[in-house]
């Protein structure tokens, strides 16, 4: 297989029922074990090789589907991230990334053009399922046009199979990268605003961090998928994020959902462009990306507990 001055047809060229990708990763038998996830998915593997091959030639990357993978955030990778948002938007071709949560928060900010399918600490289940998804997009299927209930349909579908590849690994040895327990990180302080709209009319954030307190302590005694509400718990978050003044990141935000990552990012691109979450970058350094509430979603958590009054709150 070929490793630089690359340069193939364009995204749905019409060459046929299969698609080509292309394969990056520095980790040799990870690179081996994508390659054979994606021949068996009857994806041709046209192009593989290390990170630095997006950095050589005069070749413009394009192609159906590329899939990266970067455990770790250097200056190299995260150069090829950058390249690769802009090549993937101009030819229209699909892109999985893999990543670790460690470099999620570098990571998550190179693709200001492009949408990715970004899997945290993945298994293979996971990468099966996101290649999936990108050969029902290439059959025909318009998952961008389901409603509303389908897409929350599908999303609890990917996490039963999320559960189900859980399951697997305690019968027997699984093969994948597993995923490290972290401390959720502080949020970090910004400067007070001039006015932030709906802070008076929130609760106060303590209560609201008591909820969640209350939350996460059910999964002492009892199965924590039994309580799985990741977009709640995010709302949760979030708004108490705001009464804070506070910036909260992906990857914290990702922790704070009580899911593993990658089905907290699906839940995060769900959210943002259903208009509950937007992404805002860091002034002052654009490597740095923050979530946070739109107006929208801020105005129905007022109205929320102001329905419900911080009385009953208290018992949430």
């Known amino acids: 297989m070929a490793n630089a001055d690359f340069e193939y047809a364009p995204a749905n060229s019409g060459r046929g029922a299969r698609l080509d990708a ?6 040799r038998l ?21 990170v630095s091959t997006l950095m050589q030639g005069e070749g413009r990357l394009t192609g159906e589907l590329v899939v990266f993978d970067c455990p770790e955030a250097d200056e190299a990778t995260l150069s090829a991230l950058t390249r690769l948002d802009t090549e993937v938007a101009r030819t229209g ?7 670790t949560i460690a470099a999620l928060d570098d990571v998550y900010p190179c693709f200001g053009r492009t949408k990715p399918q970004i899997l945290v600490d993945a298994r293979r289940a996971e990468r099966a399922v996101a290649i999936g ?8 299927a318009r998952v961008r046009e389901l409603s ?32 490290a327990v972290v401390e959720r990180p502080d949020d970090e302080p910004v400067a007070e605003p001039e006015a932030k709209r709906g802070r008076a009319e929130l609760p106060d954030a303590r209560l609201i961090r008591r909820i969640i307190r ?9 199965d924590a998928n039994l309580f799985a509400d990741p977009a709640w718990d995010m709302l949760l978050d979030l708004t108490a994020a705001r009464v804070e003044d506070t910036r909260v990141s992906v990857t914290s935000l990702c922790i704070a959902s009580g899911v593993p990552p990658t089905t907290a990012l699906r839940w995060i691109t769900q959210m943002t462009q259903t208009g509950l979450l937007e992404r805002v970058e860091d002034a002052s350094d654009k490597r740095r990306a923050f979530i946070q509430l739109t107006d929208t979603a801020a105005d129905a958590m007022i109205s929320y507990f102001a329905e419900i009054g911080q009385g009953a709150a208290r018992l949430l």
């Open 148 to 179: 509303q209930e389908d897409r929350l349909t599908l999303m609890r579908l990917f996490e039963q199979v999320g559960h189900i590849a859980d399951r697997l690994e305690k019968i027997g040895p699984y093969d994948a990268v597993q995923a």
């Open 93 to 99: 071709a699909e892109l999985i990334v893999c990543t």
């Open 214 to 222: 209350q939350r996460q302590l059910r999964s002492r005694y009892f």
């Open 133 to 140: 998804q990108v050969l029902a997009r290439a059959s025909g």
């Open 22 to 27: 292309s394969v990056f990763s520095d980790r």
């Open 30 to 50: 990870m690179l081996a074990e994508l390659a054979e996830d994606l021949e068996a998915a009857g994806v041709d593997v046209r192009v593989s090789g290390p």
